[in-house]
């Protein structure tokens, strides 16, 4: 990878208050990859995102997307600039607006863009990938089940046209059948589309699968990279991460 | 009783008037400003002076207490409620800044403004009579007019910024979710100044339509701010719908006591039914926390 990477955390420490989060993490996606970050409960996985997306200010090292600095100490670009730069998120727990329409979610995804035609085309195009959201267009996001609030989450992520999409844990808490379509949808989002995907999950399994590299956290720091089809048959990851 | 009815639509106009602009600054804060009240006292006051001293027309005067309150709203909350809300772990803390805002607010103005009652010149004279006066008929001002058609405006005009422009989607999404709106691209804190200056510009306002019904003077605040938290509490704190119905309820309420009941019995009979009603609904008519 001598090409500047899509997404680079460089020796990246985060903090909360006392809690050392992320110590000395380092971490290179390439355009188009598809990276997964597993690790157990509390292992920093979200602080990872966190730091990428600026919700959280770093204590050490940098954050770089498309080689520009947006998290640093000298440097530090506010969250919500984000997007305009082509980065998207689905936050762990899902987020969507609970008081909104499917529809008014989906286009709270597309705030930050201003062509009214590309809008209702990916409006369009969400509502093909996911059927179920257009037969509940008007329904209010807290009245959804949690695998459809997922899609929610996933379709607003994709309204902001991103070109690298983060998730955190969107199999967690979801009923098989859903985690089998978003899968599916995942793969389809990165292959046709070209979106570069940061996948956290605690599902070891799905995520290795789905992903062509992946770090494993382990109390905040690395502990472990590499392909995730060597990670697969790695013993450690064996025994802890896929229960073998 | 056409009449009293007519009363109750112009104070429920006015009312929500006034519980929009607090339960605005709740939802997308969740901070209960205690100093509202004092805020549609400064209104009064702005109308008082431009208008009722200064002689400049009321549809200027009438604008310049919203933004007077407007901006007053906006160094508050840089001021104020930021530093205490980016410091503090505790709802308590800026609970009390509110309460300290108000009274700042209201001493302020007895200092300024003295505790003389002010009153303004009609904005606009004439009189509507519909029906014979002493068989039920109706009497109205053209100014009271004036004042409901204008609160039923901004109301009208609230709404729709809320629902249909981009700083009012900003407005749904962070009062619904901050976080999940600063990941679409929403630039929460302005949206969050541009919410408590609303919330402010409202009370203003609400002030300056009825000092020209009822005068002001420096000490209405915490009355107002009462009638205020009534309303919300009746429809739920944050919700819109739910302001104005409160607002109406109130407004109705208060006509219809004052016509049957003497002076203060009006008022205790509203907090009994407050108390009992919140006994059974604790989260307003619309049952939900914020929205
Ligand atoms: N807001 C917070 N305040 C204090 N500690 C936190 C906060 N968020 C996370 N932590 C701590 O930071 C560590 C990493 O958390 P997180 O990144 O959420 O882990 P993961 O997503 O892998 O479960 C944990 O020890 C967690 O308890
Ligand atoms: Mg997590």
């Given at each position: 990878m001598s090409e500047t990477p899509h997404l680079e955390l460089k020796n990246v420490s985060l903090r909360y208050g006392e809690v050392r989060a992320l110590e000395d993490v380092s971490i290179r996606v390439g355009r188009g990859q598809v990276v997964a970050l597993i690790g157990a409960n509390g292992a920093g996985k979200s602080s990872v995102l966190r730091a990428v997306t600026g919700l959280r200010k770093v204590a050490a090292g940098e954050v770089r997307i498309d080689g520009n600095q947006t998290n640093s100490l000298q440097h530090q670009q506010p969250a919500h600039a984000l997007v305009a730069q082509g980065v998207a998120m689905v936050p762990e727990g899902r987020?969507?607006?609970?008081?909104?329409?499917i529809k008014d979610n989906l286009l709270m995804g597309a705030y930050s863009r201003k062509d009214k035609a590309g809008i209702a085309s990916d409006l369009e195009r969400v509502c093909e990938r996911f059927p179920l959201l257009k037969q509940r267009f008007q329904q209010q996001g807290s009245s959804l089940s949690g695998g459809e609030q997922q899609m929610v989450a996933i379709g607003r992520a994709l309204m902001a046209k991103p070109r690298l999409l983060l998730l955190d844990e969107p199999s967690l808490g979801i009923a098989p059948q859903i985690i089998r379509i978003i899968a599916r949808s995942l793969i389809e989002i990165n292959t046709k589309e070209g979106i570069t995907i940061v996948l956290v999950e605690q599902n070891s399994r799905m995520a290795l699968a789905l992903s062509s590299y992946a770090y494993v956290l382990e109390t905040g720091h690395v502990a472990l990279e590499g392909p995730s089809s060597e990670l697969m048959t790695n013993e450690h990851v064996k025994r802890l991460y896929l229960g073998a | 009783m056409l009449q009293v009815l007519i009363n109750g639509a112009l104070l429920g106009a006015v009312y929500a008037l006034i519980a929009l602009g607090l339960t605005m600054v709740f939802s997308i804060m969740r901070v209960v400003n205690f100093a509202h009240g004092q805020m549609y006292m400064l209104g009064g006051f702005v109308v008082y002076y431009l208008y009722g001293q200064y002689g400049l027309p009321f549809y200027l005067a009438l604008p310049a207490a919203g933004i007077v309150l407007g901006l007053i709203g906006v160094a508050f909350n840089r001021f104020f409620f930021q530093p205490v809300l980016a410091t503090s772990t505790r709802e308590e803390n800026s609970m009390l800044m509110a309460v300290g805002t108000a009274l700042l607010l209201e001493n302020l103005a007895l200092t300024l403004f003295g505790e003389k009652q002010r009153g303004v010149p009609e904005v606009v004279e004439g009189i509507f009579i519909w029906g014979d006066v002493a068989e039920g008929g109706v009497v109205l001002t053209y100014s009271n007019m004036l004042v409901m058609g204008v609160a039923v405006l901004a109301i009208v005009a609230l709404l729709g910024f809320v629902q249909y422009t981009r700083p009012g989607r900003a407005l749904r999404a962070v009062a619904q979710d901050k976080e999940a709106a600063c990941l679409q691209g929403v630039d929460v804190k302005t949206t969050t100044t541009l919410g408590f200056a609303i919330g402010a510009a409202l009370a203003g306002i609400a002030g300056g339509l009825l000092v020209t019904i009822y005068g002001v003077n420096a000490g209405v605040g915490s009355n107002i701010s009462t009638k205020a938290f009534i309303m919300v509490m009746i429809g739920g704190a944050g919700v819109t719908k739910g302001a104005i119905l409160g607002g109406l309820l109130l407004g109705f309420a208060e006509a219809i006591g004052y016509d049957i009941f003497p002076g203060s019995v009006t008022y205790l009979i509203i907090f009994v039914a407050m108390i009992i009603f919140l006994l059974f609904k604790p989260n307003g008519m619309f049952g939900k926390p914020w929205g």
């Open positions: 987020h969507i607006f609970p008081y909104m329409s | -």
